[in-house]
């Protein structure tokens, strides 16, 4: 069992910054991945950025942008996502994402709106 608490998000202008977060509790020692998807009106859900096996790999259309660390103590895995230099089309739901064993957890996502 894994529960999922996300925060951050909200309405920001074009160059802005925001920060997400997602706590992960639970059978948090089976996580092999974690990390952020989003999907945006009318296309499909894509990666963000997940931290998997020590490394991170983003999406193209964030790096050099967004960066994602992780902390974590006995009770709890978090992962932070930092966006920078906001652009409208990163206007999207932000969804939480943990894979353990194959299986994908998803948060209840984070709308994250950018105006220009």
């Known amino acids: 069992q894994i529960q999922l608490v996300e925060s951050g998000g909200g309405l920001v202008q074009a160059g802005g910054s925001l920060r997400l977060s997602c706590a992960a509790s639970g059978t948090i020692f089976s996580i092999n991945a974690m990390g952020w998807y989003r999907q945006a009106p009318g296309k499909q859900r894509e990666l963000v950025a997940a931290i998997s096996g020590g490394s991170t790999n983003y999406a193209d259309s964030v790096k050099g942008r967004f960066t994602l660390t992780s902390s974590r103590d006995n009770a709890k895995k978090t992962v932070y996502l930092q966006m920078n230099s906001l652009k409208p089309e990163d206007t999207a739901v932000y969804y939480c994402?943990?894979?353990?064993?194959?299986?994908?957890?998803w948060g209840k996502g984070t709308l994250v709106t950018v105006s220009s």
């Open positions: 994402n943990v894979v353990i064993r194959d299986m994908n957890y």
